[in-house]
Every structure is written in structure tokens, then in C-alpha cells.
């Protein structure tokens, strides 16, 4: 995921020109086999850094690339994730591929959203519609014990990278679960919309199927539903896991809406998470507000502003009633992957809020910069004359005090 950074004093600069120069390398390849040279080369060069526990130099080599070599900076994001989620583990003497996995879910409620420990009787349900409906036959994974906010995801890469080596360790031994230690995990923020993750490992022997759309049919001569020679496609994985996941997790969600997405490679499933948080969230924020005030969409103006640090960050979306300037709630919009100032995201919320019913929209062109509220730390949100305020809700809402991701 693309994510400006700050730069740091590194402990290597030569390390980090050796980063960037393999990193440079493998953007101008002109063939598989040249990649794979400079793939071998930065992979051993990244287990490297991970293995000190310091993410300086990598962070160090992206802010270098970041400025001088855009594709060379995605290759190399590219390569610290495969690094972090997979590799070969050997086990008496035979290689296993193992992948850190995750699977988001997208909910929002009135109340308190469940993270921490999952109950042995959720994680075994849990256990058995993955093997059921999305991994491949026969595959030994592990599930962490832990329903994770994105607040207690790791922070850092070799955080990351030790939690996959505890996952990847417990697959290829054959444990069924990872007991996380709810004390040394964040606080979990209170907020009406948020994602949750289900985090595991997934471990095979070298190069046989990890999912379930690897699987190929021979027997199959249906070219309708899935690509010919294979069992399911992804997309009726996903449908199933939503349907027969959303059983297995109905127990923890009890008060909230929530949707499944499809279980994928950590950082795959977290892209995907970011992307698709931001429209619902909105459709939710909506939600929200009709049934709390007791009025239809069509009442409701938007505000859409950009906010900026160094570069742009985010848009903020101000809701208000359509003949008042009062900022009744507000969400964020944030730039994810590669997207910045010349990306269409002002129109992407547009058609999400006509989707929503709302049709009033105001976009303000004010290069805003990323305030918050000093007491309670809040986003501040545009209003209609283009002032930054706290959201407030009319004194006749009796609704609980929280915040929107």
C-alpha cells in the first residue's frame, strides 16, 4: 500500500542504496528470468532487516524510491509484504509454503463492536467454514484466538512479520489455534463503522493449491460459472463464505451489521478492507442518520473537503441537515494504495452518496489542513462556509457519543 512517509535517520546507508539499487533493478527487468534474480537478491536483503527488529532502513529505501523511482517503489512495497506474509518453512525434512491470511469483515452499530478472544465454540465454526467453502482440501492452518481491530494489527513490519512466524509455525506443526494475549493488544477506538480482522496461516506442501479457486476440476465442462477446469471461482467463494462465515460470527456481532469480505494474503485482504470501509462506512453513516433523526435521506446535505499534510491525505465529508449549516456527523475519506490528488475520489464519493439518497452535495476546493479536536482527538470537519468544527448533534438526539472511522 502506497503511504508517504516521513523520513529517518537510517543506521545504513549503504544498506539502504543496496534496498533501492535492487529495488530499481527489478523495475527495469525485461524478462521472468531477470526478475527472478532480482527478486532472490532484494528477498534476501529484506529477511535481512526484518531479522534485527528495525524498520529504519526499509522505511529509509522507500523514502528514497518514493522520490526518484515510482515503479521501483512498488516493487519494493510489493516484495516487504511477500516477505512478511509468505515463505518455505522446512518440517522433517519437507518444504511446506505457508501464507499469513486474513479475513475482514466491515460492520458498524449503535453499540460497542466486538474485538479480542474468540470463544472456542465461534473459533471452531469459524474452523470449519473455511475448510468447508474457501480453502483447498486438505490444507493445515492455524486461526488466531483473536477478533483484531485495525488499531491492535501490529504496527511496523517486523511486528507483522514475528506474529506470521508464529502463525507459520503453528500450520506446519498442525495446531489448530494461536492463542493471542488480549493484555498486550491496543484499546480498540469506539466508533460507529469499523473493520474487523480474522488472522491465520494457512501451511502445503510446496506448490500444491492453498484455496479453494486454486482447485482445478478436470471433470468440469461448465464455462458459465467459473473459468473452465476450475472448481469455483473467487467471487462464489466469497458468496459462500458470506452466507455460511456469517453464521459461524452471528454470536459476537449480536446488535451489528457486518459483512464478510473474501479471506486473502494479509496484505491483499487489508487493501481491500481500506478500499471498501470508505463506501460503508458512508452507507452506514446514512443509515444512521435517518433512523436517529427520523428523517429520509433527501434531507441531508454533504460537504466534501480536502485535507492535507505535506501532500494530500484525505477528504472529509460533512453531513448537515439540507437548510442548516450545523455539522451534525462526518467521516473520513482516506487516499488508499495509489491513489493522490489527480486520482477521481471527489466523484467516487459523489456516486456513493447518490447511491445513499443524498443528492445535495457542496465541494469545497480549500486546501484544508488535518486538524483535530484538542480535547477529545476527533477529526474536525468542514462545514458549508468552509470553517473546520467538531461534529455535534442537535440537542434533542439522544445518541451515544462516539465517533465515525
Known amino acids: 500500500m502506497k503511504k508517504p512517509r516521513v523520513p529517518h535517520r537510517t543506521k545504513s546507508p549503504r544498506v539502504v542504496q543496496e534496498l533501492s539499487r535492487l529495488a530499481a533493478g527489478l523495475a527495469a527487468s525485461g524478462s521472468r528470468i531477470e526478475d527472478a534474480f532480482w527478486e532472490n ?14 524498520d529504519q532502513n526499509l522505511e529509509a529505501a522507500l523514502d528514497q524510491l518514493y522520490d526518484t523511482d515510482s515503479v521501483g517503489y512498488g516493487e519494493f512495497i510489493y516484495a516487504i509484504e511477500a516477505a512478511i506474509e509468505c515463505g518455505v518453512l522446512i518440517r522433517e525434512g519437507i518444504g511446506h509454503d505457508v501464507l499469513m491470511f486474513a479475513a475482514p469483515m466491515l460492520t458498524w452499530s449503535r453499540f460497542s463492536i466486538p474485538s479480542g478472544l474468540i ?3 465461534v473459533l471452531a465454526a469459524l474452523r470449519a467454514q473455511l475448510q468447508a467453502h474457501v480453502l483447498a482440501e486438505d490444507v493445515q492452518f492455524v486461526l488466531a484466538d483473536c477478533l483484531f481491530s485495525p488499531d491492535q494489527l501490529p504496527r511496523g513490519y517486523h511486528l507483522t512479520h514475528e506474529l506470521a512466524n508464529k502463525l507459520w509455525t503453528a500450520a506446519v506443526a498442525g495446531e489448530r489455534d494461536l492463542h493471542i494475549n488480549p493484555r498486550q493488544l491496543a484499546e480498540t477506538g469506539r466508533f460507529l463503522s469499523d473493520t474487523r480482522y480474522l488472522l491465520g496461516a494457512i501451511a502445503v506442501p510446496q506448490g500444491k493449491s492453498m484455496f479453494r479457486w486454486q482447485e482445478a476440476d478436470g471433470a468440469s465442462t461448465d464455462k458459465n460459472a467459473t473459468p473452465p477446469g476450475v472448481k469455483f471461482s473467487k467471487q462464489e467463494t466469497l458468496l459462500a463464505w458470506q452466507a455460511h462465515g456469517a453464521e459461524a460470527l452471528r454470536p459476537l456481532f449480536q446488535g451489528c451489521a457486518f459483512e464478510l469480505l473474501i479471506p486473502d494474503g494479509f496484505f491483499s485482504a487489508w487493501r481491500m478492507a481500506d478500499r471498501l470501509a470508505r463506501p460503508y462506512s458512508t ?19 454533504a460537504v466534501i473537503a480536502p485535507f492535507y499534510d505535506q501532500w494530500l491525505e484525505e477528504y472529509r465529508v460533512s453531513f448537515t441537515l439540507k437548510d442548516r449549516d450545523e455539522v451534525l456527523y462526518g467521516i473520513v475519506w482516506a ?4 491513489e493522490d490528488e489527480n486520482s477521481d475520489t471527489v466523484t467516487q464519493i459523489e456516486t456513493t ?9 457542496t465541494v469545497l476546493e480549500n486546501r ?10 476527533a477529526p474536525l470537519f468542514p462545514n458549508p462556509e468552509g470553517e473546520v468544527v467538531h461534529a455535534e448533534f442537535p440537542d434533542e438526539g439522544e445518541v451515544a457519543p462516539v465517533h465515525l472511522h
Do not use: W
Request: with cysteine; hydrophobic share 35%.
Open 353 to 361: 452518496l447518490r447511491e445513499c439518497g443524498i443528492t445535495h452535495t
Open 283 to 301: 452507507h452506514a453513516t446514512i443509515d444512521f442518520l435517518q433512523s436517529t433523526l427520523n428523517i429520509s435521506a433527501n434531507r441531508l446535505r
Open 368 to 377: 484544508f489542513l488535518l486538524e483535530y479536536c484538542e480535547e477529545c482527538g
Open 335 to 338: 487516499l488508499v494504495g495509489d
Open 119 to 121: 470463544s472456542e465454540p
Open 41 to 54: 537478491r532484494l528477498a534476501a536483503k529484506i529477511h535481512a532487516q526484518l531479522r534485527t527488529g528495525d
